[in-house]
């Protein structure tokens, strides 16, 4: 009888079945007066909400580390880590993935955000393009996706078809694959290697998935990211060692560190990092190991890290 009415059902029909089954869509009951409430009451309700995120998070924290584990492998060996999905998840992406060459010093090639629509629906909504499948494997294409390659995908529902039709394309190249939901049991959780799925449970404002969904994928990119950099040798404890001065502010912070890590003076600091062209690595093992600029990079061009070049120094 099911599958008859399935097939009586029109693709829309369909569609609201599938939302009223997803905790993201659901409708919270501290929430039925919301535009009702003080603004001071607002803000307490929704910092309660938000509370909730963490602890979400924390209950994947395994699976997130098994998936960092095999992304920095990958990296490892060339690959390069993409983020697609649409909407706010492709734009957090993107956030993710443009802090990473000032942050890391890598190039903006290794870490990509891709957006449903293109670079223009990151500031302005693009109707219809994050259901097109085909869509999300074409943006996959046309960066020339390889095996060594990891694509991230995001969706706080979990069933975007432009993230599906990504993570499909993806896993037929033989990339890794990763799913990032909000929902459990979700369709890109089902189609990816690794399946992230934090449940945050109903937002404030019902579907309104920019909220806690929203802070949740950022928790989990900012992971992503972050200890995928540190395994790839990009720190030095938790200071930045590679980090790309573009700015005077930067400029200031690469100074700071190589005076944090070796006890140097301010002017030895500038000194030494104008001998090594800016590089913070450079510079630290330079001043502790008193070498060359020369000899410092030739130590650094064999050591996956600056802790193993000290040592090998």
Known sequence: ???????????HDLLLAELSTLTTEAIV???????????????????????????????????????????????????????????TPGRLGIVDASECP??????????????AGG???????VENAEDDPQGGA??????????????????????TPYVVGALEYAAEI????????????????????HAIEVVVGP????????????????????????IAMIRLGKTYGNIMVDLRATNEKLRARAERTVMLVTDCTPAEAAETLAQSDGSVKIAILMLLRGLSADAARASMATAPSLRAALGAA
Request: net charge negative; charged share 20%.
């Open 138 to 159: 074409d943006a996959l294409s046309g960066i020339a996706l390889t095996e060594m390659d990891v694509v991230v995908g995001i969706s706080a529902s979990g069933r």
């Open 102 to 115: 000032p942050t890391f010093n890598v190039d903006p090639s290794l870490v990509v955000g891709i957006i």
């Open 174 to 193: 033989g990339a890794l694959t990763v799913a990032i939901a909000c929902n459990s049991n979700s369709t890109i959780g089902r189609v990816a290697d």
């Open 203 to 226: 937002e404030l404002i019902a579907g309104s998935t920019r909220l806690k969904a929203g802070t949740a994928q950022k928790l989990v990119l900012n992971m992503i990211s972050t």
């Open 119 to 125: 670079d223009g629906a990151i500031r302005t909504a």
């Open 29 to 87: 009951e501290d929430g039925r007066d919301l535009d009702m409430l003080s603004t001071a009451g607002l803000v307490e309700l929704m910092n309660e909400h938000d509370e909730s995120v963490p602890p979400a998070v924390a209950v994947v924290l395994p699976t997130i580390a098994a998936a960092i584990d095999d992304i920095a492998a990958r990296m490892r060996d060339g690959g390069r880590l993409i983020y697609i999905g649409a909407g």
């Open 1 to 11: 009888m099911s599958d008859i009415l399935n097939r009586a059902r029109g693709p």
